[in-house]
């Protein structure tokens, strides 16, 4: 049996839960000899190229395309992993959930006060935005939740190692926060 | 001789009156400690304490939300929901009684309450990375408690308001979970409460006397913004006063104080 495979994406989100992750410090030389990368920003593999194991979602849904990409996660991974507060309950981003999305652009992208060309944009290149800021798991199934902001280093490591070697978690107290 | 008879008679009246006083009195010597039982530990309270309080005399620590220590009890929250002969009440406005035996940190009340503290983070807008509260938060700390990965409800993502227009607090609606320790709690020294309710139901939320508002002390807005046990009440100009790391929560976990 090869190692087991992670895929992790950063959707609605900052990147500060993948830079949670590479915050486990030397532990990650450890990562590396107990899994394999695959669609990932941290070796840049765009596609899914295999079927993997664990998937690491960080953000919520607030586009098509965080939609697409959430099913293609569900679809080539068995278990998914919410880290993190966006991915959870929608986090910073949901600040506009409640406004309309009218309202959202107009505020944005015609009546702000730094606007030069008051245009909204409108490619059809560019993904649809949702009503709302969707949280992961009211889109797809996920399995496991992190939470924090970004979850500590600590807490996606030891998680992240219980996962893989089937051991149980045990969190101390200080390791699991929703800041 | 009538009259003798008259004062004897009042005499053994006095007397039986004396007997009657020192039989209340040792009657009460002997109730001013009440017995019951916790989660199978032996505990004695004070005539007239509330279980919540009985319990935490006694180094048992009961989850509560709106009550707070000093604080008339309001049975808002139902957070501190205990069993007592089978039946669920409230802790913090039920007496104790002689005998009692409580149940507590039974796995069917517990997970009632985590199901409490869920039902009120998908109820209100409760982001914490971006709360000033965070750290200091009794519903956070809660969360922590009962290790809430994620809560079992939709999120409602409801629409509610800032107003940042008073002088010396903001109320951040958001955030409420209506406990009423505010409207409880904060009083003028001439006793006007500036605090209050607004609207119904659904759409009630809290408001304070503008008047009022603006001449509070420093300490009075402090002493608001301490007793809410969120962050929709937030004393202005200082903000983010303790680092992460020394912060109420960030050590140990909510009740650790009362436990024994």
Known sequence: MGKPVVATVSMAGCFGCHMSLLDIDDKILQLIDLVEFNKSPIDDIKKFTKQCDIGFIEGGCCNSENVENLMNFRKNCKILISVGECAIMGGLPSLRNGIPVKECLEEAYLNCLTVDDKIIPNDEELPMITDKVYPCHEIVKIDYFLPGCPPR????????SALITGKKLELPYEVFKYD | MSTSKSKTKAKAKHDVKAKAKSKSKSKSMKSSKIRFEIDGKECTAKPGQTIVEAARDNGVYIPVLCWYEGM??????RMCMVKVGGRTMPGCTTPVAEGMIIESDVPELEDMRKAMVEMLFVEGNHLCPTCEKSGNCDLQA??????????????QFPLRLVDATYTKIMIDNNRCV?????????????????FAMTKRSGKSTIVADRELEAKISDALAKKAM?????????KKETGFALPIGRRKYDKAPIGTEVHK
Request: some cysteine.
């Open chain 2, 142 to 155: 809660l969360g922590y408690r009962y290790r809430m990965m994620v809560p079992r409800f939709p999120y």
């Open chain 2, 72 to 77: 008339e009890p309001a049975g808002i929250c």
């Open chain 2, 226 to 234: 301490d007793q809410c046990p969120v962050g929709a009440i937030l």
């Open chain 1, 153 to 160: 280093a600590e807490l996606i490591w030891e998680a992240l």
């Open chain 2, 178 to 194: 209506q406990c009423r320790r505010c409207i409880r709690g904060i009083t003028t020294k001439d006793g006007r409460h500036v």
